[in-house]
Nanobody, 122 residues
Framework: QVQLVEVGDGVGQTGGSLRLSCVACGRTVDFEAMGWFRQAPGKEREFVAAISYTSVTKEYTESVKGRFDIYRDNARKTLYLRMNDLKFEDTAKYYC???????????????WGEGTQVTVFS
C-alpha cells in the first residue's frame, strides 16, 4: 500500500506563487509515475500535471502550461508542484497520485492522497 501525503502553502495571491509537496510513504513508489489533480467546488476532478519516474517526461493540462512546474526528488520520495502566476481559477483541492506510468496516472487509477486546499485571492 502506498500512502501519499500532500503538504502545501494553502493560500496565495493572484500573480503569486505557491509550492505543493507530496511525500510517499509505505510501499515504495520507485519506478512509478506521479501526478497532480485538482477539484474545485462544484466541478469534477481534473488532471493537472504528471511526471515520469526519471523526470524525462512531463505532461500538463493546457490551462497551467507555462505557469506550473512538476518535479520530483526520488531520494526523498517527494513530488512537487510549483505554481506560478496564480489565478483565481487555480483555487481547488489538489490531490497527489501515483501510478505505473503516466497513462495510468492520467486515468486516475493509481494511489491517491487526501488532498490539500489551495485558495487564491486578489
Amino acid at each position: 500500500q502506498v500512502q501519499l501525503v500532500e503538504v502545501g502553502d494553502g493560500v496565495g495571491q493572484t500573480g503569486g506563487s505557491l509550492r505543493l509537496s507530496c511525500v510517499a510513504c509505505g510501499r515504495t513508489v520507485d519506478f512509478e509515475a506521479m501526478g497532480w489533480f485538482r477539484q474545485a467546488p462544484g466541478k469534477e476532478r481534473e488532471f493537472v500535471a504528471a511526471i515520469s519516474y526519471t523526470s524525462v517526461t512531463k505532461e500538463y493540462t493546457e490551462s497551467v502550461k507555462g505557469r506550473f512546474d512538476i518535479y520530483r526528488d526520488n531520494a526523498r520520495k517527494t513530488l512537487y508542484l510549483r505554481m506560478n502566476d496564480l489565478k483565481f481559477e487555480d483555487t481547488a483541492k489538489y490531490y497527489c497520485t501515483s501510478g505505473r506510468d503516466i497513462a495510468t496516472v492520467r486515468l486516475g487509477s493509481g494511489y491517491w492522497g487526501e488532498g490539500t486546499q489551495v485558495t487564491v485571492f486578489s
